[in-house]
């Protein structure tokens, strides 16, 4: 069973981006919840661009980073105002969306995002938390996936299909 390790004290002295590897780091003790590579967290933060502009930036975790190690330098750091227009977009291949997030970047030279990316900026919270716990990842490799997540979660979980 995972124990909730957060402290509320601690994660209040902290920055929002030093909070975002605080968070992470946590969840990524229990391979339980997080396996290894797997997951994503984010967070969405106001940061100052190279002309004294105050933008909105999401931080997301680095493809290849592992949230129980990941450290500030490994969260890409993309542009809000740049993303936002892609939710109006009917599709798009993988390889266009990493071609397009990278001329998004806020601060160039940090790693890759997530593939899963576009997720954490269109849900409509500063923060987003991804895990791929093995309980939900064995419920999601059967028949009829969506059905049976709702027979054990009912309407607390939010399905998102996965297309390639």
């Known amino acids: 069973m995972p124990q909730n390790l957060w402290n509320d004290q601690d994660a209040a002295k ?3 981006l030093e909070g975002l590897v605080y968070r992470s780091n946590l969840l ?4 339980a919840v997080v396996n290894i590579y797997g997951g994503n967290t984010s967070t969405k933060l ?3 661009d190279h002309l004294g502009r105050e933008v909105e930036v999401l931080a997301v975790k680095a493809s290849g980073s592992d949230v129980a190690t990941i450290q500030e330098r490994q969260f890409a750091l993309l542009r809000m105002d740049e993303i936002e227009p892609l939710y109006a977009r009917e599709s798009m291949t993988d390889e266009d969306m990493v071609a397009y997030l ?4 806020f601060e160039p030279g940090r790693p890759r995002q997530s593939i899963e990316t576009l997720l954490h900026a269109f849900v409509p919270h500063k923060h987003v938390d991804h895990t791929h716990p093995d309980a939900v990842i064995s419920l999601m490799c059967v028949e009829h996936a969506e059905e049976e997540a709702r027979k054990v979660y009912g ?4 399905y998102v299909p996965y297309i390639r």
């Open 28 to 31: 990524g003790q229990d391979r």
């Open 46 to 48: 106001l940061l100052t």
């Open 102 to 105: 990278e001329r998004t970047w």
């Open 155 to 158: 309407d607390r979980v939010a």
């Open 14 to 16: 902290l920055p929002d």
